[in-house]
């Protein structure tokens, strides 16, 4: 289903913090216990799964696994290489209007960042 998606990150690294925001239009699905949001931004194409247990962020080649109930460790993709990141939840609630989402990434024991994910969507046809 078509929606428009407003989407805000916070990346709270300590000494500063970084936001990313995105308004677009995407696509909304139920697929295998999942809510499933597309959407594609200026920074590429992001896939977000999730139900009240676990979480697949999808942002181009790069992906991180989250579970409420355990940390995960993933290789994260960026420019730089392979990252080793353990994920770590603290937050997590959403349905097939919104998710809210916040999450620890570490680097080995370092607490790299804090993150803060707001996500909503709406019918096409409620923004007319």
């Not at 920074?43 to 109930?69: C, K, P, T, W």
């Not at 570490?106 to 409620?126: A, C, F, T």
């Amino acid at each position: 289903m078509r929606k428009k998606i407003y989407y805000k990150a916070v990346f709270d690294y300590g000494s500063h913090k970084e936001s990313l925001t995105y308004e677009e239009l995407g696509d909304y699905s139920f697929e295998n216990n999942f809510h499933v949001v597309r959407f594609t931004t200026k920074d590429g194409a992001m896939r977000l799964q999730y139900n009240e247990e676990e979480v697949i962020l999808h942002h181009d080649a790069s992906h991180l696994l989250f579970s409420i109930v355990q940390e995960i460790d993933n290789d994260y993709s960026s420019a730089h290489g392979m990252i080793p990141l353990r994920t770590k939840v603290e937050k997590l609630s959403g349905d097939d209007q919104t998710l809210k989402f916040i999450y620890c990434l570490y680097q080995g024991e370092m607490l790299v960042s804090h993150v803060y994910i707001m996500m909503r969507m709406s019918d096409l046809s409620e923004d007319a």
